[in-house]
T-cell receptor, first 109, second 112 residues
Framework: RKEVEQDPGPFNVPEGATVAFNCTYSNSASQSFFWYRQDCRKEPKLLMSVYSSGNEDGRFTAQLNRASQYISLLIRDSKLSDSATYLCVVNQAGTALIFGKGTTLSVSS | NAGVTQTPKFQVLKTGQSMTLQCAQDMNHEYMSWYRQDPGMGLRLIHYSVGAGITDQGEVPNGYNVSRSTTEDFPLRLLSAAPSQTSVYFC???????????FGSGTRLTVV
């Protein structure tokens, strides 16, 4: 079983839609959690960290449930520029990031 | 402040050749790591380092060597390139302690 699992999609949504991505992780020792965004043939870029209390950055809301080992990302009012691959990422203390395979989002007009 | 710099951006190797992918960061980050990205596989961890002189293996270390003699540099060595090592390689660095990582722009390697 892979450490971080995501629905690969693709998610095809119209502009203005709300879309949610889910992710599960297997190692309960994981301590830090992130969503990264990756555009085609580019490097991953940090979108936001994820906290148990939930956190919001504009149209993006992330949530962590440690008991269920589940992470989510909600995008409201989707824009064309949101089209990308969204990577769920976990980190254990003293190691490096472990990535899910990513969920592809395509927003159309 | 250049961030994370990877060189070269593109490389074609013949099977059996050796080469070193360079990674340098100017943010005084302790944590550095190497990933490879293949279609349908996501990013997989090759090697990582939590400080100068300290390295460890990730998920797919075979065929790769690393060393960390300075905080700034974390080179990745391919000793005898194989076609299976054709991939996009990313280097990343972080302060650690739960902070996110900054990635370089990648090296696209083809082994023929």
């Amino acid at each position: 079983r892979k450490e971080v699992e995501q629905d690969p999609g693709p998610f095809n949504v119209p502009e203005g839609a709300t879309v949610a991505f889910n992710c599960t992780y297997s190692n309960s020792a994981s301590q830090s959690f992130f969503w990264y965004r990756q555009d085609c043939r580019k490097e991953p870029k940090l979108l936001m960290s994820v906290y148990s209390s939930g956190n919001e950055d504009g149209r993006f809301t992330a949530q962590l449930n440690r008991a269920s080992q589940y992470i989510s990302l909600l995008i409201r009012d989707s824009k064309l520029s949101d089209s990308a691959t969204y990577l769920c990422v976990v980190n254990q203390a003293g190691t490096a990031l472990i990535f899910g395979k990513g969920t592809t989002l395509s927003v159309s007009s | 402040n250049a961030g994370v710099t990877q060189t070269p951006k593109f490389q074609v190797l013949k099977t059996g050749q050796s080469m070193t992918l360079q990674c340098a960061q100017d943010m005084n980050h302790e944590y550095m790591s190497w990933y490879r990205q293949d279609p349908g596989m996501g990013l997989r961890l090759i090697h990582y380092s939590v400080g100068a002189g300290i390295t460890d293996q990730g998920e797919v270390p075979n065929g790769y060597n690393v060393s960390r003699s300075t905080t700034e540099d974390f080179p990745l060595r391919l000793l005898s390139a194989a076609p299976s090592q054709t991939s996009v390689y990313f280097c990343a660095s972080s302060y650690g302690g739960g902070a996110g990582y900054t990635f370089g722009s990648g090296t696209r390697l083809t082994v023929v």
